[in-house]
């Protein structure tokens, strides 16, 4: 059972080291985490029991956990964590796990904007500028200051900065709320294997939550000549690359459902329609749309989206995404999500081909 020393415990060590909190900021924080109101005597007190053991350092008015502190907590939060603050464990949880990822995660945050989910009790925000600046994250330090912020889920654009063209191809597969699991994994299956026909060499990789991701990145090239956009009950769009891709989506979508009857869409906008189908989403692939990158940690769910081989995906359970799990693969195999630009002309052939065949495609 959590007791108001672990709630203390808590506030402290999602801190960066060193930073002192006051008795005020940690009388409210363990209020709020243990559901009763403490008394600032009461909060005065139990601090000072953890001074006397060693856990925690004082300072003037201030307060901050010692290293003793940091090492009898990271024992103790698996002992109570079902009963400590959910989104203050992800961060602290976060902060332990990206400084040993952060070498492959940077790669895929380098050059390009990202967003990032900051997270709060209760409370999750998608931030995407500082200011009037869309966010940039070039290296470790520029990570864990995001850390300290509470920002753990990490989603860089499909484009680099300045770039009227996107560099990765990026099938997001999610699952609706009716879809049994071993009919996920069927779909995933299944794409993965049609993409491997066309040379496409895919990887794959798990959301983080209920989905599936396989991402290529082709070698330079133009817009095919013949392309038009496909129509969309949307309205216009442009040709451009952005809207190739999302066809190119739509393609794929066609082709496995010729194999997988009725359990593939890629209708966005009717959420309820699609509750027993996994959609195959081509919204992403826009001028500033982003995407978790592989590593990121789930805001909601706590768990990594980690990169997966197609031989795992059967035997894959979400719990093998924990991030102390995916940090000692990591310290064992290195990074598992090397793009290798990929020839795409029989794939873009025959996708050209059925718009031809069949203009508007299937109707959004």
């Known amino acids: 059972m959590a007791e108001p020393r672990d709630h203390v415990l808590m506030t402290l060590a999602i801190k960066p080291r060193g930073k002192l909190v006051d008795l ?27 001074v006397e053991e060693g856990l925690v350092g004082r300072e003037g008015e201030g307060y901050a956990l010692t290293e003793r ?27 332990k796990y990206y400084p040993v990822v952060a070498p492959a995660l940077l790669e895929f945050c380098r050059d390009r904007w990202v967003s ?24 470790l330090r520029d990570l864990e200051r995001w850390l300290d912020l509470h920002g753990i889920d990490f989603i860089p654009y499909i484009h680099p900065r300045g770039s009227d063209r996107p560099d ?36 794959l990789k798990y959301s983080g939550s209920r989905g599936f991701q396989l991402w290529t990145r082709f070698k330079p090239h133009d817009l095919p000549e013949g392309y038009r956009p496909l129509e969309l009950q949307s309205g216009g769009r442009e040709r451009n690359l952005f809207s190739f891709y999302a066809d190119l989506i739509r393609f794929l979508e066609y082709r496995v459902s010729l194999k997988l009857p009725g359990l593939t869409t890629c209708d966005v906008a009717h959420k309820e329609r699609r509750r027993g189908k996994v959609l195959f989403d081509p919204s992403v692939m826009k001028p500033m749309g982003d995407v978790r990158a592989p590593y ?9 989206s980690m990169p997966l081989e197609g031989k795992e995906l059967g035997s894959f359970r979400p719990e093998q995404a924990d991030p102390e799990r995916v940090a000692e693969r990591y310290r064992e195999r290195g990074k598992e999500f090397e793009l290798r630009p990929v020839e795409g002309e029989e794939f873009f052939g025959e ?5 031809r065949e069949s203009p508007g495609g299937r109707k959004e």
């Open 296 to 304: 990121s940690m789930h805001h909601r769910t706590g768990l990594i």
């Open 168 to 203: 990765w191809f990026v099938l997001d597969l999610d699952a609706g709320k009716e879809v049994p699991e071993g009919e996920v994994r069927r779909v995933v299956a299944t794409t993965l294997r049609v993409m491997e026909e066309f040379g496409l060499e895919p990887k």
């Open 24 to 50: 005020e900021h940690i009388r409210e924080k363990v209020s709020r985490d243990a559901g009763r109101e403490f008394s600032g005597e009461e909060v005065g007190k139990l601090l000072e029991e953890l």
């Open 351 to 355: 996708a050209l081909e059925w718009f």
């Open 69 to 95: 502190g940091r090492e009898h907590f990271e024992r103790r939060w698996r002992e109570v964590r079902e009963e400590l603050n959910q989104d203050y464990l992800k961060v602290y949880r976060a902060k």
């Open 116 to 139: 990032v989910f900051r997270l709060f009790t209760g409370r999750a925000w998608l931030q995407r500028k500082v200011g009037n600046r869309y966010i940039t994250i070039r290296s």
